[in-house]
């Protein structure tokens, strides 16, 4: 089993920088492919970002390529979400997700077997 926790949400205005940080405990990180997603309010939970057990692998939603870069450092346990060039409509709470090692590339949403509680990032105009 894995336990998640997000850190690093806030307030920002448009066009700055946060970095949301999701550390695993319980399991060994690098068992675990991990997604990053968010809701908004009223809307649906959508998928933002994959990454690989071992870094290597990345797949981006079409509306943060170019802005968010994942990274993850197994050794600490821990998977980063580099977000620059925030919007207004990135405004969310973020969760991270973690799927076991094998399955499809990217992970399908019912692959995801753990959740974090959520982050709220906010983005002022």
């Known amino acids: 089993q894995a336990q998640l926790v997000e850190y690093g949400g806030g307030l920002v205005q448009a066009g700055g920088s946060l970095r949301l940080s999701c550390a695993a405990s319980?399991?060994?990180?690098?068992?675990?492919?991990v997604g990053w997603f968010r809701q908004a309010p009223g809307k649906e939970r959508e998928f933002v970002v994959a990454?690989?057990?071992?870094?290597?692998?990345?797949y981006y939603a079409d509306s943060v390529k170019g802005r968010f870069t994942v990274s993850r450092d197994n050794a600490k346990n821990t998977v980063y979400l580099q977000m620059n060039g925030l919007k207004p409509e990135d405004t969310a709470v973020y969760y991270c997700a973690a799927a076991p090692r094998g399955g499809t590339w990217p992970p399908l949403r019912e692959e995801y077997t753990y959740w974090g509680q959520g982050t709220q990032v906010t983005v002022s105009s």
């Open positions: 319980g399991r060994t990180s690098s068992y675990y492919r």
């Open positions: 990454v690989g057990w071992s870094g290597g692998s990345t």
